[in-house]
């Protein structure tokens, strides 16, 4: 059982999908069963936000709430174009009217309440809706009195709502707290990409971090990095293995041992009050 209306997306139109690092063709549903990764070299593929529900939930679980809020462009912003064009073509794209989706489930028998990021959508950017949802993930957490897990997948903050987006990394970083104080933990999934204000924010806060492997990991670009200090930076430096290395998350996963995990974090948690 499905809670929340489903389009397909080109990407399931399709009946062939590439591998962008071994070139390799498959069929779509072949991939779709292999959790998104591919079967002959194993590199992962990015994963929609519905997709990645479907593979993390127990099954039936997932009930979706405050689907209904979306941005409303509160700057009039246009750059190539106008921000509502933008914002029409990626709820078209994705089925969804913001870059998060709320919902209560359990994970591994585990009840929870699950934000997961869409970087379909606008490149999972956060604009003030995405942070709403977040606050509102994190409320709803507090008030069910169990665990929250947020599976982030973002460029960063939204542009297009200028000092509106970057508010959000303090409102979200502050419902955290109120989290932490009522004794309830949070899991953050780190993939690929976690960037900018989010992995400045909420993404880098949980009480155990999880990042999927090889997921681009960090807040400036390499680039961006590189002519600020003034020199080259070590290899696979953002990488989740590099940052698992320097301390910085807690454990890399394999997506299809994720819910596994994820579970047995809450359950530790869970027994320790």
Not at 101 to 124: A, E, H, K, R, Y
Request: proline residues 4%.
């Amino acid at each position: 059982m499905v809670f929340f209306k489903r389009k397909k997306s080109k990407k399931e139109e399709k009946k062939w999908i590439q591998c962008k690092k071994c070139n390799e063709t498959f069929y779509i549903d072949e991939v779709k069963q292999n959790f998104w990764i591919c079967p002959r070299c194993g590199s992962y593929f990015r994963v929609s936000a519905k997709d990645r529900i479907e593979m993390t939930v127990d099954e039936g679980s997932f009930k979706e709430f405050d689907s209904r809020i979306s941005t409303k462009d509160p700057l009039n912003f246009t750059d190539l174009k106008p921000y509502k064009n933008r914002l029409k073509e990626a709820i078209q794209k994705t089925g969804s009217k913001e870059a998060v989706i709320n919902g209560t489930c359990t994970i591994d028998g585990q009840p929870c309440v699950l934000s997961v990021m869409d970087f379909s959508f606008l490149g999972g950017s956060m604009g003030y809706a995405t942070g709403e949802k977040i606050v509102r993930a994190i409320e709803k957490a507090i008030r069910l009195k169990v665990g929250l897990v947020i599976i982030s997948a973002s460029g960063g903050a939204r542009m297009q709502e200028g000092i509106l987006s970057l508010m959000q990394m303090e409102r979200t970083a502050a419902a955290l707290s109120l989290l932490a104080d009522k004794g309830l933990p949070y899991i953050s999934v780190l993939t690929d990409p976690t960037t900018g204000g989010v992995a400045a924010s909420f993404a880098m806060l949980g009480d155990v971090i999880i990042a999927e492997p090889n997921a681009l990991i960090g807040f400036a670009g390499p680039r961006v990095i590189e002519q600020t200090i003034g020199h080259g930076l070590p290899e696979g430096f953002q990488r989740s293995e590099f940052l698992l290395e320097k301390g910085f998350i807690d454990v890399i996963v394999d997506r299809k041992e994720i819910p596994k995990y994820i579970g047995k974090f809450l359950r530790y948690f869970s027994n320790g009050k």
